[in-house]
């Protein structure tokens, strides 16, 4: 099982070819490529999150201050389309997934090596066009990362190249979740059955089920708002006899899945986690896999929750009710696996497993917060109000946020053979955990007081909470930075982590860190995936 | 347990390529479902305005031309035959006759944008121009039924003219030898993408032309 070139390797970083910026943008290594992901995924998480900052710095108090409602507009749609299409839908499955799919089936790279570049170049172009429809044209769009018709059909902004910039992310996406199936498909090591899959693995794989089946979707939504906005084709238009509300169905069809493909990533890092830092088999592995694929269907089916008051017959929301319930179901069956599986553990809180246990934390409420918004009667009350970005936050920043810097504290040390500074991991990790409660705690209740989203000023009675949210934020914005500094320094000049810090017995322990350019020399005999014994740390 | 990929290794792979048609089957399939959703929202959008305007979609079908949608669908369905038989003759090794059926295809595709062609040019004629004025005056669901035709027929269209480029860059392909009897898969996953074009139009012909 030795695949170590010994001595002083910088393992797939090392220069190679001629070298250059050359061997890296057009490398077709899966490792490269992640990194490629990662570290831009990371500047545009930088620039959102800089935005939702200067939003939060406008609401600290009411009236008209620091920006114009025009500006404030641009912002928070800003916001959503670079949080939502270039950080947060690619995050996992595009810089870990890419990195660590392969060698958790025993496979030395992805079933398309040159599609999975070009996919990373669809992601370049396509966040190049969505920040280049901030300074060009009429003025940064101002629709909200929606783009709700009629308003983003007449709106003089520049909504036609961000819905052009969305398509090509979406292609992007696409063409990731096709080449991860088809690699679970063909690539497993001999020997690694379906049962001895990676649960991190069958998350990628129901995940990229959704991107394949959901995201066309979104792409013929985005066309037709291009095609309305330039041709007048009058689709979306009630004033040519076009409907708006089936655009918020054709949005919904792939835009709620789309919060599965930001979700089920994380969960299988957090799947990975727990049981190795608990020194225990996961508990309950075929309910673990086979939720995720029950996510995956069951939550293509609910997308017309987003619109009750919208209007729509009694029965489809009542049938849409329901199947938000269900859906409900496979999440919970793996937040208890997870707790289980801790049950009588020998657990170290090692900073990976303390951003698993504040994902858990966070997605819970999150998620229970989500049966409100799923509830018709109760969603009436709370609709387009501050509790769904409440509850949006918890799930997406709380889940998929914390899932994705969980991974990052688990493999980052692998990838680059060197070892953060734990202490600060931990003090980086209660200041966002605090941080983002502090955010956005206030906003459930400011939502149920009935402080409607999006809104560019307030009454007087939500200042004192709008006033606390706004502190969260600082608190949150330190945690991170503190969190990006103590990762960046520890994987330049942090200590060697050693092959297996943490005692993970799937297969990328086996190999050395940094992990080498070509992984596996033959096939390795598949592992049993949580199986701990006489599976040590090293370091 | 699917047959491991490094079984396939090709005579012309090296160490870290290696051949796996199974798979790059498995990843067209996966290409052509995207494919039939992106048509599926405009499906979507036909379903719900043909339930709301029955009258009007009934009324606009009888306006467009029935024969040259036929022809159209009758070249489409022999364009796809051809494209079945140059992958059989290719594996038979009969390279030329391959690349004969090939830019048979390929004729036919033109053929179909012609027709393409000549029918939105009589709608144009007739002032059925997207955003027009003449457009804004007719009753809701004829200009939702213009509306839909353009941009079903037009992203099919595009569809066609990407379909016959890969048929072309394929051609090109069998001619250098990189794509052979014993190596065609290229050639499998193209022909896979033509039908599909086809298959889309099969649709479309009856839901704009005949039903009404």
């Known amino acids: 099982m030795d695949h170590a070139t010994a001595g002083e390797s910088r393992g797939f970083y090392e220069p190679r070819g001629k070298g250059g910026v050359a061997s890296w943008i057009f490398s077709t290594d899966h490792k490269r490529i992640g990194l490629l992901y990662l570290s831009l995924i990371t500047a545009m998480f930088g620039v959102a999150l800089i935005l939702g900052l200067i939003i939060r710095l406008k609401l600290m108090t009411p009236g008209n201050t620091l920006l114009s409602p025009q500006q404030y507009n641009a912002l928070f749609t800003l916001h959503g389309v670079i949080m939502i299409f270039m950080v947060v839908i690619p995050s996992i499955p595009a810089s870990f997934g890419n990195i660590f799919l392969p060698l958790h089936i025993g496979a030395n790279d992805v079933s398309f090596p040159r599609l999975n570049n070009f996919s990373w170049w669809l992601y370049v172009i396509g966040s190049a066009l969505a920040v280049a429809s901030i300074f060009t044209g009429n003025g940064a769009p101002d629709t909200g990362w929606t783009f709700y018709v009629p308003f983003s059909e007449r709106t003089s902004t520049n909504v036609s190249v961000a819905v052009i910039a969305v398509f090509i992310l979406g292609f992007s996406s696409i063409l990731t979740g096709l080449n991860f199936i088809t690699t679970v498909h063909r690539l497993r090591t001999p020997g690694m059955t379906w049962r001895k899959l990676p649960l991190f693995v069958w998350s990628l794989y129901a995940t990229g089920w959704i991107q394949v089946l959901a995201t066309p979707i979104l792409g013929i939504t985005v066309l037709l708002i291009f095609a309305e906005r330039v041709l007048h084709l009058g689709l979306f238009d009630a004033s040519l006899g076009g409907d708006p509300l089936l655009y918020q169905h054709l949005f919904w069809i792939y835009s709620h899945p789309a919060v599965y493909i930001m979700i089920l990533p994380a969960m299988g890092v957090i799947s990975e986690i727990i049981p190795v830092f608990s020194r225990k088999p996961i508990f309950g592995y075929n309910m673990i896999a086979f939720s995720s694929l029950a996510i995956a269907f069951a939550g293509s089916l609910v997308w017309a929750h987003h619109m009750f008051t919208s209007g729509m017959s009694d029965a489809a929301v009542l049938v849409f009710s329901f199947l938000t319930f269900v859906v409900a179901i496979p999440s919970a069956i793996k937040v208890f696996n997870w707790l289980s599986t801790m049950y009588k553990g020998s657990i170290s809180l090692d900073p990976p497993l303390l951003f698993a246990l504040g994902f858990i934390l966070m997605f819970s409420i999150g998620g229970l917060t989500g ?51 734990h202490g600060k991991a931990a003090w980086s990790f209660w200041l966002i955990l605090i941080g983002m409660n502090v955010l956005y705690f206030p ?97 | 347990m699917p047959e491991h990929a490094s079984a396939h290794a090709g005579p012309t792979s090296d160490a870290l390529v290696r051949r796996d048609d199974q798979g790059s089957k498995i990843g067209m399939w996966l290409f052509l479902f995207t494919e039939i959703l992106l048509f599926g929202g405009l499906f979507l959008l036909y379903a719900s305005y043909r339930h709301r305007f029955p009258a009007a979609f009934h009324s606009g079908g009888k306006t467009l031309d029935v024969f040259i949608g036929g022809l159209n669908t009758v070249v489409l369905i022999s364009s796809s035959l051809t494209v079945a038989l140059s992958i059989t003759a290719l594996r038979r090794g009969a390279k030329r006759l391959c690349l004969g059926l090939l830019g048979f295809t390929i004729a036919c595709a033109a053929t179909f944008m012609v027709n393409k062609f000549i029918e939105w040019s009589a709608k144009f004629h007739h002032g059925l121009i997207p955003g027009s004025e003449h457009m804004a005056q007719l009753p809701h669901g004829e200009a939702v039924f213009y509306g839909l035709y353009f941009a079903m027929t037009g992203l099919h269209g595009v569809h066609v003219v990407i379909g016959a480029s890969l048929i072309t860059w394929v051609m090109l392909l069998i001619r250098r030898g990189k794509t052979t009897g014993e190596n065609y898969v290229v050639l499998e996953n193209v022909g896979l993408y033509w039908h599909i074009v086809d298959l889309v139009w099969i649709y479309l012909f009856p839901l704009f032309y005949l039903i009404s």
């Open chain 1, 443 to 539: 906003m459930f209740v400011m939502g149920v007081q009935g402080m409607p989203r999006r809104y560019y000023d307030y009454l007087p009675q939500y200042a004192p909470l709008q006033m606390v949210s706004t502190w969260g934020s600082w608190i949150l914005a330190a945690g991170l930075v503190l969190m990006f500094v103590n990762l960046w320094r520890g994987c330049r000049s942090g200590p060697p982590a050693g092959r297996n810090p943490w005692g993970g017995a799937t297969l990328e322990w086996t190999l050395p860190a940094p992990l080498p350019a070509e992984a596996f020399h033959e096939d390795p005999p598949a592992p049993e995936p949580y199986d701990y014994k006489g599976v040590h740390p090293d370091a």
């Open chain 1, 371 to 421: 049966l409100v918004l799923g509830s018709a009667g109760t969603d009436i009350h709370v609709h387009d109000t501050y509790f769904v970005v409440a509850h949006f936050h918890y799930v997406i920043f709380g889940g998929t946020g914390l899932g994705m810097f969980a991974a990052a504290h688990y493999w980052l040390p692998k990838v680059f053979g060197r070892m953060y500074d």
